[in-house]
């Protein structure tokens, strides 16, 4: 069933020294439950298409269909160092005022299930860069969105730890049913976490290509070592070139 | 953090080599040599005025003497005058202190909220930042007469301008990305100013209370200098129109003292908020 459906979208930007197109004619629908990569060469609007999808910025020309709501997770962390990592992870719910006993228990069973209940007093600064990411990602499930926009969420994270992130970032996406869209530049984490690879291109971005991966229920880890790996890279880098 | 710190020297004071010994002896005698030296100084200091006053090197009636200083604090302790006159000047500097925080995060918010306002408003307060506020004095005088009024107006304006700017500051130069989490979250600028500017910005804030805290003290001197009656500036003027620089000497001492105790108590409240926010 389509969560998403984004039909024809247009996107320009406005500076005193002109109009700048950034995406064009964007067409794409996204299934419950998928799990979608999108990468493109930088500056190519990827980032843009999320944050117009979360309706931080209004669409200047097209339109999107949107039946759920719609969780974010930034490039860096961004937990608060004044905020326990408890107080970080409900900032959502402190928000929206919805602090009920339900919310609070899924909080707690997700710091549980994902081994953040022995830091929940701690400060951010006491974590490593793996967990930050997960207590990032707990904030934004607090909401319990049905989509999950993860904006090139482990590039701030050094490589060892960033394949630990992405397969565990990964699992938990799985577990928790949710549909993901993923824009990174990092090719290989794209097929490593995706059903689709939605390839765009230079400026103004519209998409070039999708690529299906098939990889029949392996996680991220194990996809990386898996002999169609090679072959998903070397179509995904003739799109490029 | 200084928790921490804390912790990890007290790790290795358990295992003590002779180097580290060494090391921390060093540390402490630089400490001590450190201190004896200061008060060596004002000891000296003070004994090189009295003696110069007493032998006549220095005129005492002009440049009063420790021993003048003492006489006069004791007999203004007994007839309770001292304390009026500081309590006066501790009591305008606290009032104006806190209007100075209120209006200049008020207006630090407004100029967040409003883009245009703020370009609108910005040259303003920069050009009043930089005016010096001794010069509104005679006017504050004139049309809000002689009394406490004037003396707060005149603190007041002495530190807002530069509190505002700094706020202000502090507010725009936040991580454009924490705000964006705000709104993923479903916040809206409200929630971005109670979650991340104002706790964001608590280095800030209290920053500017130091200055403020200051500031407050010598714009209540400069009003008490033009509109009182009362208060330490108050006794500084008037002291030296009479001849008695006994008075001015004490109170330029006591104002020392009130600053330092003032300025102390923001490092309290820092370290206090510190162990709680960072």
């Known amino acids: 069933m389509a969560i998403l459906t984004i039909k024809d979208l247009d996107f320009s930007y406005h500076s005193p020294q002109g109009e700048t197109k950034a995406l064009t004619d964007i067409n794409l629908t996204v299934n419950e439950g998928e799990f979608i990569s999108i990468v493109g060469p930088s500056g190519c609007g990827k980032s843009t298409l999320l944050s117009i999808i979360a309706g931080l910025t209004p669409v200047t020309g097209g339109f999107f269909v949107n039946n759920a709501t719609i969780g974010y997770m930034l490039q860096r962390d961004h937990l608060f160092e004044w905020r326990t990592i408890y107080d970080n992870v409900i900032l959502g719910l402190e928000i929206k005022k919805i602090l009920t006993q339900e919310n609070i228990d899924r909080v707690n069973r997700l710091l549980e299930r994902y081994g953040l209940e022995a830091f929940k007093n701690k400060r951010p600064s006491e974590l490593s860069g793996g967990m930050r990411q997960r207590a990032a990602l707990i904030r934004t499930l607090a909401l319990n969105p049905d989509i999950l926009l993860l904006d090139e969420p482990f590039s701030a994270l050094d490589y060892q730890t960033r394949l630990r992130v992405s397969d565990d970032i990964g699992e938990i996406i799985k577990e928790e049913k949710k549909t993901a869209l993923l824009v990174t530049h990092d090719l290989s984490e794209a097929i490593a976490m995706g059903d689709r690879i939605v390839v765009l291109s230079e400026r103004p971005g519209t998409i070039k290509e999708i690529i299906d991966i098939h990889f029949g229920g392996l996680s991220p880890l194990e996809r990386r070592n898996a002999p169609e790996f090679q072959e998903y890279f070397h179509e995904l880098w003739r799109c490029f070139s | ?278």
Not at chain 2, 146 to 157: D, F, H, K, V
Not at chain 2, 197 to 226: Q, Y
């Open chain 2, 1 to 278: 953090m200084e928790a921490n710190k804390k912790r990890n020297s007290g790790k290795k004071n358990l295992v003590v080599s002779q180097s580290q010994q060494i090391y921390l002896e060093g540390i402490r005698n630089e400490k001590v040599r450190v201190n004896c030296v200061r008060l060596l100084i004002l000891v000296l200091f003070v004994a090189l005025w009295e003696v110069c006053a007493r032998t006549g090197v220095i005129n005492d009636f002009i440049f009063s003497s420790p021993s003048r200083i003492v006489k006069c604090f004791v007999s203004m302790c007994a007839d309770g005058s001292l304390f009026r006159h500081m309590w006066v000047t501790l009591y305008e500097t606290f009032i104006s202190f806190f209007l100075v925080i209120g209006v200049g995060l008020v207006a630090a918010v407004l100029m967040w909220l409003s883009r245009s306002f703020s370009k609108i408003i910005e040259p303003y307060i920069v050009v009043l930042n930089s005016l010096p506020k001794s010069a509104l004095a005679p006017i504050l005088i004139v049309w809000l007469g002689n009394n406490i009024r004037t003396i707060i107006i005149s603190a007041i304006s002495v530190a807002v301008f530069g509190t505002i700017l700094t706020l202000y500051t502090g507010f725009m130069e936040m991580d454009p990305d924490k705000i964006k989490l705000i709104k993923t979250l479903g916040g809206n600028r409200f929630h971005v100013l109670t979650k991340v500017l104002i706790p964001g910005n608590l280095a800030v804030i209290l920053n500017t209370m130091k200055v403020n805290m200051g500031l407050s003290l010598v714009g209540v001197i400069i009003g008490e200098f033009l509109a009182a009656n009362e208060g330490l500036g108050y006794l500084i003027i008037y002291g030296s129109q009479v001849f008695k620089l006994d008075w001015v000497m004490l109170s330029i001492i006591i104002l020392c003292i009130m600053a330092t105790v003032l300025y102390q108590l923001i490092n309290i409240l820092e370290r206090v908020l510190g162990r709680r926010y960072s």
